[in-house]
Nanobody, 122 residues
């Protein structure tokens, strides 16, 4: 059984930065780790994903050039560095481990963290 624990969320002013962490325990054969978010009143959406082995990264258009996903294979930890934060980035952020299917699809992930709140204010 894999457990994912996110940390690093909080309140920040627009233009600021936050770094989210996702620590994984347990064995998994997952090839990708991803970050998703759910803003108030909206569906959960894809933010970023990273290939554990090769490190290739994928981003939603809304966060490209502002967010950076990275991983530490030795620590089994995935990070999301968020810069130039906007009001629209306010959401609960979830990390997840991929099972099968497209990495952009929520249903492709079978392990999820509990989420961490990010609040961006003006």
């Amino acid at each position: 059984q894999v457990q994912l624990v996110e940390s690093g969320g909080g309140a920040v002013q627009a233009g600021g930065s936050l770094r989210l962490s996702c620590a994984a325990s347990g064995r998994t054969s997952s090839s990708f780790a991803g970050w998703f978010r759910r803003a108030p009143g909206k569906e959960r959406e894809f933010v970023a994903a990273i290939w554990w082995s090769g490190g290739r990264t994928y981003y939603a258009d809304s966060v490209k050039a502002r967010f950076t996903i990275s991983r530490d294979n030795a620590q089994n930890t995935v990070y999301l560095q968020m810069n130039s934060l906007k009001l629209d980035d306010t959401a609960v952020y979830y990390c997840a481990f991929h099972s099968s299917g497209t990495i952009y699809d929520i249903s492709s992930y079978n392990y999820w963290g509990q989420g961490t709140q990010v609040t961006v204010s003006s």
